[in-house]
């Protein structure tokens, strides 16, 4: 099944700073890649050289198998959702989804309707007078309301209460279950591990990993506190896959794993 979303090996300067080095990635239909790294990592470089935004130095990026630079029609079919979405202050919400419906072929009333109410969002009032969790609303429903092949959304839920969230979050899981490709850039792994199947991080333009999020969080150091009903001894956990330290305390033992717990916890319960 060809990827919907690809980069090959990309690369982009800026004068003497490397942004994006040699990077590779790729969204096939139906699934929701996290795109993880801290502030400056170079994921929204990343995102505008895949939408045409700005020419790699070397490698190449694909969205729906083509080159936006040198096929803009493929825009239509996706849906782009920028890390700091502004428009013209004196529109409203109703405005901008009948501009961009019109860049998209048509508007269609009722899955603007369908988005704006599971948003709770007011879309008659100018963008100038809304609050910054409302402008991201009305970025999310600009994004969603043709239901796209393709979504690429940059820190999307920046601003966002933590129903909305989960709103959005249910909408990602929609679009990916119709077999939309999802690229979810964000910094805060939390977020990502509910909606994503797949996370790529990436750390001062270079990647660092790409796994299933299960395998990731599988490998990421735990710290527990367990108390038992009598004091147990230090050797309980010794030998036990994964356990790096532990702490004893009479009734208490504190314990430092790396990967999965499931080992360290059928070793206290033995």
Partial sequence: MEDLIACAGVTKRFGALRAVSDLNLSVPPGEVVG???PNGAGKTTT???????????????AVLGGDLRRNPGLRQRIGYLPGDFRMDPGMTGEDLFSWFGRMRGGVNRARVAELVQRLH??????FGTLSKGNRQKIGIVQAFQHDPEVLILDEPTTGLDPLVQREFLDLVKEAADRGAAILFSSHVLPEVERAASHVVI?????LVTASAVEDLLDRIRHRLELRFARPVPRQLFEGVPGVVAVEVDGRTVVIT?????SPAMEAAVA
């Fill in 257 to 261: 794993i790396d990967g999965p717990a």
């Fill in 121 to 126: 969002l007011d879309s008659s009032r100018p």
């Fill in 47 to 61: 995102i505008r050289m895949l939408l045409g935004f700005l020419n790699p130095t070397s490698g190449s990026c």
């Fill in 35 to 37: 795109f993880l790294g």
């Fill in 202 to 206: 990436i750390r001062a333009g270079e």
